[in-house]
């Protein structure tokens, strides 16, 4: 009878994954973003995507040598962390410039907090950030090699001067941008298999990218056609589906979620209409990255037998 009870920590319920298997799922759902940003800028971004993940591999493998801690490259999180930095930059920016990125990314955001699932923020977003605001190269955009006919402005820029991008080269992706964030038809091929492999949920995605939505339509005197492309345009699916939905930044919670999204979804909007910078998407979901324990807390499940917090 003794034998029938047994105690242990949680948690009691495992789904079988590991960290591994979640990030090779990650490496899989981004590499037609990968590929779609090679072909549409040419073999440079091949060059950006291969020294931004051996950096961040090195670097991490280097770090916890030094430190005398268990190696956790296996885990793929740094080759992801890598990744995602590379899909986020031009393919003109400087090679010592990205190694300067994944340096940011991996020492000072992941590892000095402690590793993977101690960072308070999203380490390629944020390693984003700091690029944009100590390099002048990242105010340039990589620009279609496959096409001569593309205008040198991105769409963003285009629409803010009154000019109008066709649906069609946003869709596709030939457009300036970064590598891998212009094509969305391999952008939403990525969010359709994470959302099939349950990797992530359609809560942040789906309020992120409706909101910008719904705000650039308000904004546009409901011109639907121009609010979509305001939505195609910049980082905002990338940044949706990959960036946003981050385990260890983002809430736990459904509605957590769905704040995380709205939120990230209303700063983008407010940043590009009313900031200095074209673009608001890392800058709103490294924000909405902050405020993840004040919503975790907020959206927290009272426990069976407890009072209210």
């Not at 973003?33 to 670097?59: K, N, Y």
């Not at 705000?215 to 589906?241: C, K, N, P, Q």
């Not at 608001?280 to 807390?297: C, D, H, Q, R, W």
């Amino acid at each position: 009878m003794d034998n029938m009870l047994h105690i242990s920590a949680s948690p009691h319920i495992h789904s079988g994954r590991s960290t591994m298997s979640i990030m090779r799922d990650v490496l899989i759902s981004l590499t037609p973003a990968a590929i779609a940003g090679t072909v549409i800028f040419g073999l440079r971004s091949l060059l950006v995507i291969a020294v931004c993940v051996a950096s961040c591999v090195l670097l991490e493998a280097l770090y916890n040598f030094i430190t005398k801690k268990d190696q956790t490259v296996g885990d793929l999180s740094a080759a992801v962390t890598g990744l995602l930095l590379a899909l986020n930059l031009p393919s003109t920016v400087p090679v010592w410039q990205c190694v300067v990125g994944c340096v940011f990314a991996i020492i000072v955001v992941k590892c000095l907090f402690g590793g993977i699932g101690c960072n308070l923020v999203n380490p390629a977003i944020t390693a984003r950030v700091f690029m944009l605001v100590s390099f002048g190269s990242m105010a340039s955009h990589g620009m279609p090699t496959i096409v001569d006919t593309v205008s040198g402005a991105t769409p963003l820029e285009q629409m803010a001067n009154g000019g109008t991008v066709p649906l069609t080269d946003l869709i596709l992706g030939i457009r300036g941008g970064a590598i891998g964030e212009t094509c969305a038809i391999a952008l939403l091929l990525g969010f359709a298999y994470l959302l099939i492999r349950r990797i992530i949920s359609w809560h942040i995605p789906v309020m992120y990218i409706g909101s910008v939505f719904v705000l650039s339509l308000l904004a546009e005197g409901f011109d639907a056609a121009r609010a979509l492309a305001l939505t195609l345009s910049g980082a905002v699916l990338i940044g949706a589906i990959f960036m946003a939905t981050d385990y260890v930044t983002s809430p736990a919670t459904a509605w957590g979620k769905v704040i995380f999204g709205l939120g990230a979804g209303l700063l983008t909007f407010l940043i590009r209409y009313y900031g200095i910078y074209p673009e608001g998407v890392s800058f709103a979901v490294l924000f909405m990255n902050i405020l993840t324990p004040y919503i975790e807390k907020l959206t927290a499940h009272k426990v069976f037998g407890g009072k209210a917090v």
